[in-house]
């Protein structure tokens, strides 16, 4: 590994997870084509003794994959957190441990920092949702909307780019990682949003309750 890295791509690894092996080559082969110096640093969330002893034997076979292991579930605010003291790019992704953009678009959110300080994906065109689904989805960003007066469309992606010093400037807690966008613009962080092609195995639908987004937001 090169003694300065220009990203680091986080990803919280916790209940749901596809195939992590796979995903890590498509990770690694997206950003190969930046140009730019990076690692990978897993975090897994609980000691996953498996799937640990899978990602150890990636990682010796690609010195960029770092793994970070808690000894217990803290939840995924406590594993991007640990992720980020141990990122030394001056890029610093969010990325899922399952499928839900296509690799290739995270070098859209990289380019995107040229003129924010926070690239979010926004997954589109989206994959057929059900009623239920689009109705709560709508809500949560009229809520967004409201309260903070920044319009967007797609929170629940996980996927992001962020300058180092928001990660050095913004913590997050308990279940807050899903509004770390809302909590840069508070800190007076330049957030945009930019659309990526969803992953063709993104098929997951889920989410907080509607009870759940509102007293969120009201933390903060």
Wanted: include cysteine.
């Amino acid at each position: 590994m090169t003694d300065k890295i220009d990203i680091s791509a986080v990803v919280p690894v916790g209940g749901r997870r596809d195939d992590t092996g796979a995903l890590a080559r498509e990770y690694i082969e997206s950003l190969d084509h930046t140009g730019h110096s990076f690692e990978i640093i897993f975090v897994l969330d609980d000691r996953h003794e498996e799937l640990y002893e899978h990602l150890v034997e990636l990682a010796q076979q690609d010195q960029r994959l770092r793994i970070v292991r808690l000894a217990r579930s803290f939840g995924e605010s406590a594993s991007l957190t640990a992720g980020f003291e141990k990122a030394s790019g001056e890029i610093v992704l969010t990325l899922p441990a399952y499928y839900q953009i296509k690799a290739e678009e995270i070098q859209k959110l990289i380019s995107e920092l040229d003129s924010a300080d926070v690239a979010i994906g926004a997954r589109w065109p989206r994959a057929s949702s059900s009623k239920f689904e689009i109705y709560r989805r709508k809500f949560f960003h009229w809520l967004v909307e409201s309260v903070i007066g920044n319009s967007f469309s797609d929170l629940g992606c996980g996927a992001r780019a962020l300058k180092r010093t928001v990660v050095e400037e913004v913590p997050v807690y308990g279940d807050q990682h899903r509004f770390l966008p809302l909590l840069a613009i508070r800190r007076g962080f330049r957030v945009q949003e930019v659309q990526v092609e969803q992953s063709d195995k993104d098929r997951y639908e889920g989410g907080y309750g509607l009870r759940i987004y509102v007293r969120h937001m009201l933390d903060i």
